[in-house]
C-alpha cells in the first residue's frame, strides 16, 4: 500500500484519472479502460455538518459502465505513518452499490449515524471499489485489473480545535542504526505525538541541538492524525551535537508550532 499520508490532496485531483494517472492512495494499480474523475478527493465534515456528498463522473470516452462498491473503514496511523484500518459502520454511505455509465455522474452521500462521538477529529477512509463484471474484451486477457479508490474522510471534533504537540527520542530498539545508515552519517530519531484534537501536516522538521539546529523538509508535507506518534530518522550535521533538545514543527497551514518534551 502506499503512504496515504503524504499529501491528504492527490496530485491528479481534478483531472480525469486513467490507469496511468491513478489517484494517489489507490490500493490497486495496472490499466483501467475507464476514465474516472472524482471530487472531493478529501471529505471533511464540519462541526454542523452531518452529511456530504462525493462525486464520480466517468467520461464518454470510457468503454463499459462501471459499478462501484462503497465502503468506510477507520482510519488510523502505525509510527511510520503507514495507513492502520479496520471496517466501520460509524457512517453511511447511499448508495452502498452503484452503476455509473460513459458520461454520466454518480453522487454518493456520507452521512453520520447517531450523535458525534468524540472531542476528538475522526479519521476514516471511503473505499469506492470496481465491482464490474469482466468484459468481453477482457475475459480473455491474462490479467485483469479492477480500481480501488481511496479517500479520506475526517469528522470534526466537537471540542474547541487544541493543537499541542509532545517529542521523545524514539525508544532504544527503534532509534538503532543499520550499517548502511552508520556508513552513510549519524541521524536522530524522534517521536512526534499529535496531543491535539486534529490533525496537524507537517511540512518542516526543525531539531535543536548543543551547536545549531537541523532541519528536515518534507517536499509534500506528512499528516499526523490526533492521538498518533509519527516517527523520524534526520540525519545530523557535523555541527549539531547528537543530543537533541527541542523539536519545532512548521506545518503547512504556516504555523511554527514548538513540540513539548515528554509526556508519552
Request: hydrophobic share 45%.
Amino acid at each position: 500500500m502506499m503512504d496515504l499520508l503524504r499529501t491528504m490532496v492527490p496530485p491528479c485531483a481534478g483531472r480525469w484519472l486513467t490507469g496511468a494517472g491513478l489517484l494517489a492512495g489507490l490500493l490497486g494499480s495496472g490499466l483501467a479502460s475507464a476514465q474516472v474523475m472524482i471530487r472531493p478527493v478529501v471529505l471533511e465534515l464540519g462541526a454542523r455538518q452531518r452529511v456530504m456528498a462525493v462525486t464520480v463522473s466517468l467520461s464518454d470516452q470510457a468503454d463499459a459502465p462501471v459499478r462501484l462498491q462503497a465502503q468506510v473503514l477507520r482510519w488510523r496511523q502505525d509510527v511510520q505513518g503507514h495507513a492502520v484500518t479496520e471496517p466501520s459502520d460509524d457512517l453511511l454511505v447511499s448508495p452502498p452499490i452503484a452503476d455509473v455509465k460513459p458520461g454520466e455522474k454518480q453522487v454518493f452521500r456520507v452521512a453520520l449515524r447517531g450523535a458525534r462521538p468524540a472531542p476528538e477529529e475522526l479519521s476514516y477512509r471511503l473505499i469506492l471499489e470496481d465491482v464490474s463484471a469482466p468484459t468481453t474484451a477482457n475475459r480473455a486477457a491474462a490479467v485483469q485489473f479492477q480500481m480501488r479508490y481511496d479517500l479520506p474522510v475526517l469528522v470534526a471534533p466537537v471540542a474547541p480545535v487544541v493543537t499541542a504537540l509532545r517529542w521523545k527520542p524514539c525508544p532504544p530498539e527503534a532509534a538503532k542504526q543499520t550499517p548502511a545508515q552508520t556508513a552513510s552519517g549519524v541521524e536522530a530519531c524522534v517521536r512526534l505525538l499529535n496531543a491535539g484534537n486534529r490533525r496537524v501536516k507537517v511540512q518542516t522538521l526543525t531539531l535543536a541541538g548543543d551547536n545549531g539546529p537541523q532541519v528536515l523538509s518534507l517536499q509534500e508535507g506528512q499528516n499526523v492524525l490526533s492521538g498518533a506518534e509519527r516517527e523520524w530518522r534526520v540525519p545530523l550535521s557535523a555541527a549539531l551535537s547528537g543530543v537533541v533538545r527541542g523539536v519545532k514543527v512548521d506545518t503547512a497551514l504556516g504555523e511554527t508550532l514548538q513540540a513539548e518534551a515528554g509526556g508519552f
